[in-house]
């Protein structure tokens, strides 16, 4: 294994101190509040540590608010790919056009396991979905302040645990070559064989919280899409979105989230400058 000097693929600051883009497809049960409040101000430090406070368990997505997996390996071409193994079967009806055009390779699986649940196809299409973002893997973008965040959460004695649509294969190689996966071990719960379990699903949340004994309330959810808002909502988890641009703000505002960062600089000052409780 070759592991990646911190430094690279990083478009932002990185320390080793330790102190104490996808729609939503399925149907949406969720109602948003009427009356919500706007973004969280990064600058005020009471909001921030009303957030923090108590959040004993922190569950991270992983393509997102830990790295840009497909920074460098674009996720639209797996899609297109996916796509393409499909119609050159003579299965172009399989797909409505509008998951066609997702240019999103978990709609596409979603959509095929929806019409043809556990079948070889299906199988098949995970399977390749998996070898691609491995692939991935070595050109993945940290997110600038994760990698400090992580380590510095994990001295102050909160305990991590990944929620994510991804392999869990992708997510314990990204980790490993990143010297991170100590903070998470055994606590990565990624995309099964079961996919209609994936996130909004809070299944893979559900299965952190069980697995570490940690109550709803106790747990804070780091994600950046409304699929990990609504994993969030459902298992009773308060959230945190980030989002890294003014779009991805624009999605998860719209979609109900009322806490959102774009930056995680704040959060890690904030637990380098002590106890939350």
């Not at 009471?46 to 108590?54: A, Q």
């Not at 608010?65 to 299965?91: I, N």
């Not at 019409?115 to 196809?121: A, W």
């Amino acid at each position: 294994m070759v592991r990646r000097p911190l430094g690279n693929h990083h478009d932002g600051p990185d320390t080793l101190l330790v102190t104490s883009d996808a729609k939503r497809t399925d149907p949406v049960t969720y109602e948003p509040e009427k009356d919500r409040k706007p973004s969280m101000d990064p600058n005020d430090p009471s909001e921030l540590n009303d957030l923090i406070r108590g959040a004993r368990v922190v569950l991270w997505d992983f393509d997102g608010p830990v790295c840009r997996l497909f920074a460098g390996h674009s996720a639209q071409r797996v899609a297109k790919e996916l796509v393409d193994r499909l119609e050159g079967r003579g299965l172009h009806g399989l797909l409505t056009e509008a998951e066609r055009e997702s240019l999103d390779p978990h709609v596409v699986l979603r959509a095929v396991d929806r019409r043809h649940p556990g079948s070889d196809l299906v199988e098949e299409l995970e399977a390749r979905l998996t070898e691609e973002e491995l692939r991935a893997t070595s050109s993945a973008l940290p997110t600038p302040y994760a990698d400090p965040l992580i380590r510095t959460w994990t001295a102050a004695g909160s305990r991590l645990a990944i929620t994510t649509n991804n392999s869990p294969r992708v997510v314990r190689r990204y980790l490993a070559d990143r010297d991170l996966l100590g903070c998470f071990t055994p606590h990565v719960y990624g995309r099964t064989r079961q996919l209609s379990l994936l996130k909004p699903d809070p299944h893979c949340v559900n299965r952190a919280l069980n697995a570490m004994g940690a109550a709803p309330d106790s747990a804070l959810m780091i994600g950046d899409t409304p699929s990990d808002l609504y994993a969030a909502e459902a298992a009773g988890v308060p959230f945190v979105g980030y989002a890294r641009n003014e779009r991805k703000e624009k999605v998860l505002r719209d979609a109900g989230a009322t806490t959102i960062l774009s930056s995680l600089e704040p959060v890690l000052e904030h637990i380098r400058s002590g106890p939350q409780a």
